[in-house]
């Protein structure tokens, strides 16, 4: 590995990947940074929309079995995880796992398990994605909650989510095909408050149903 590098581009998430990606074809010089060891496309493609795409579909085969239903989902991430390694290392994409901290304007320190390295970079893409807030007085549940062998073998009868946008909502759908009761909880007047009023709506009674 190189200390100095055209781009660094911290977050390997799909904004981080797509970024990395884009700037191989343009034949830059290019580190891709993450804390995550083995998180490559973050968490949409490990513990988010992939994995719950992969749950309602399996919910509307009629599967009911939350043990072949996650293994199928596991078996989804594997495959398109492995797609994406490949083109991030035919582009020559460089890799380091840890957590990155500016030290200068064009600087970084990476600390991991394993020590410490600092890194020089000309420009940087900050992908680091975000967390969702907690709230005061709830032990909630997170989103990675649902996304393991053992907790998708108790998933609560009663589950309330608290955001009805898409993901929220394809949640709802996918515990409601298990059979639990679902309340969604939205600030707005309603479900996918960013889409037309039509299609929300339309989502909503189906949802009631």
Request: net charge neutral.
């Amino acid at each position: 590995m190189a200390d100095k590098y055209e781009f660094i581009v911290i977050g390997a998430g799909p904004a981080g990947c797509s970024a990395a990606l884009t700037l191989a074809e343009m034949k830059k010089n290019v580190l891709l940074v993450d804390r995550n060891p083995g998180s490559l496309g973050g968490t949409c493609l490990n513990r988010g929309c992939i994995p719950m795409k992969t749950y309602l579909e399996e919910a509307n085969k009629g599967a009911g079995e939350t043990q072949a239903v996650f293994e199928k989902a596991l078996s989804n991430i594997t495959h398109i995880k492995k797609g994406l390694n490949y083109m991030l290392e035919r582009g020559e994409v460089e890799f380091a796992w840890g957590e990155a901290f500016f030290i200068s304007e064009n600087r970084i320190r990476i600390s991991s398990e394993s020590g410490e390295q600092e890194l020089q970079a000309r420009k940087y893409i900050i992908a680091a994605g975000s967390e969702a807030a907690s709230i005061a007085g709830i032990q909630a549940l997170s989103s990675d909650y649902f996304f393991s062998a053992q907790n998708m073998k108790r998933i609560p009868d009663k589950i309330a989510i608290a955001g009805a946008g898409y993901v929220g909502c394809e949640f709802a759908s996918f515990f409601n095909s298990l059979g639990k009761k679902v309340t969604l909880i939205e600030i707005k007047d309603n479900v996918l408050p960013g889409e037309d009023r039509d299609i929300s709506d339309f989502l909503r009674k189906e949802l009631i149903k």
